[in-house]
């Protein structure tokens, strides 16, 4: 699920593209899960995944020995594991781009439509740092990014006919039935259509996406200590539950309205609780599992 903001910046460029604003969202909800940006030292920046066998592929002589020593790259694909973490995958691509920028950046997918840097050329960028800079510009850039893509692959036409197989093979790959990527697309357009829940979601244990990951910057922000991952694990639950226990809410670790309405006043108010900010302290000291 995206955040009202996010769904609006993808709906605009569907329609610069052509493209059904729901067949749009559809396809960067697979995509992204939801989430568009993750918290890196202190910035927000796309999610991105690193190809250690595209970046074998354009390496060559001492870089490439560089690379395969440093377990950055490999002529197999699968080989070179992406951490789990963003925060980790940034430092990946770092370490890349220190024996070859050009190569690392190629060689990494980029935000909501997980677009190939490779591709910067086919796309109409003047180089990979166009494309990139495109990614890192905000939601905007990322839907941009993705609907450009569609264009210049020519599946505008099998998106906006809703022919979902067209769409998987197309984007996804000739393995899109593996992972069931064209019935996951239909669903996703369905929820598009049927609309999002009036109000604030429901977030709890499982839930995923850009409003998790709100919340989760809202509770770091009023001194809850918690990863700002956009996915809604024990972790979070255990903090969600210490906000309602110190605002006299019924503290079951579950996000409804009644607690992201308190999260809201609590920012707004600029206030957090004395025994979460004692306890925001000595995380800051002693760390915390």
């Given at each position: 699920m995206f955040s009202r903001e996010t769904a609006a910046?993808?709906?605009?460029?569907?329609?610069?593209?052509g493209i059904e604003p729901a067949a749009l969202l559809a396809i960067a909800e697979i995509e992204s899960a939801g989430q568009v940006f993750a918290r890196i030292e202190g910035r927000k920046e796309p999610l991105i995944r690193f190809e250690g066998h595209y970046f074998d592929r354009r390496l060559s002589g001492e870089k490439l020995e560089q690379a395969r020593k440093a377990g950055l790259a490999s002529p197999n694909?699968?080989?070179?594991?992406?951490?789990?973490?963003?925060?980790?995958?940034?430092?990946?691509?770092?370490?890349?781009?220190e024996i070859d920028r050009k190569a690392a950046y190629?060689?990494?997918?980029?935000?909501?439509?997980q677009v190939m840097g490779s591709h910067w050329q086919w796309l109409g960028f003047d180089d990979v740092d166009g494309l990139v800079?495109?990614?890192?510009?905000?939601a905007a850039g990322q839907a941009r990014?993705?609907?450009?893509?569609?264009d210049k692959a020519g599946l505008t036409d099998a998106l906006n006919r809703h022919d979902w197989e067209a769409v998987g093979h197309g984007y996804n790959g000739p393995g899109f039935r593996k992972n069931a990527y064209h019935l996951k697309l239909a669903e996703a357009y369905q929820r598009q259509?049927?609309?999002?829940?009036?109000?604030?979601?429901?977030m709890k244990?499982?839930?995923?996406?850009?409003?998790?990951?709100?919340?989760?910057?809202?509770?770091?922000?009023?001194?809850?200590?918690?990863?700002?991952?956009g996915i809604y694990g024990p972790g979070t639950a255990a903090a969600v539950k210490r906000f309602q226990q110190d605002r006299g809410l019924a503290a079951d670790g579950i996000a409804g309205s009644r607690t992201q309405a308190a999260v809201r006043q609590a920012l707004s108010s600029g206030g957090r609780g004395f025994w979460s900010a004692i306890g925001a302290w000595l995380a800051g000291i002693?760390?915390?599992s």
């Open positions: 910046e993808i709906e605009k460029a569907a329609r610069e593209f694909a699968g080989e070179v594991a992406n951490p789990r973490s963003q925060a980790a995958r940034w430092q990946m691509i770092d370490r890349a781009a190629e060689s990494t997918s980029w935000g909501l439509g800079n495109e990614a890192r510009s905000g990014l993705m609907a450009r893509y569609i259509i049927d609309g999002p829940p009036h109000g604030d979601p429901l244990v499982g839930s995923r996406g850009e409003p998790v990951a709100e919340l989760q910057e809202a509770l770091v922000e009023l001194g809850y200590p918690v990863d700002t991952d002693f760390g915390r």
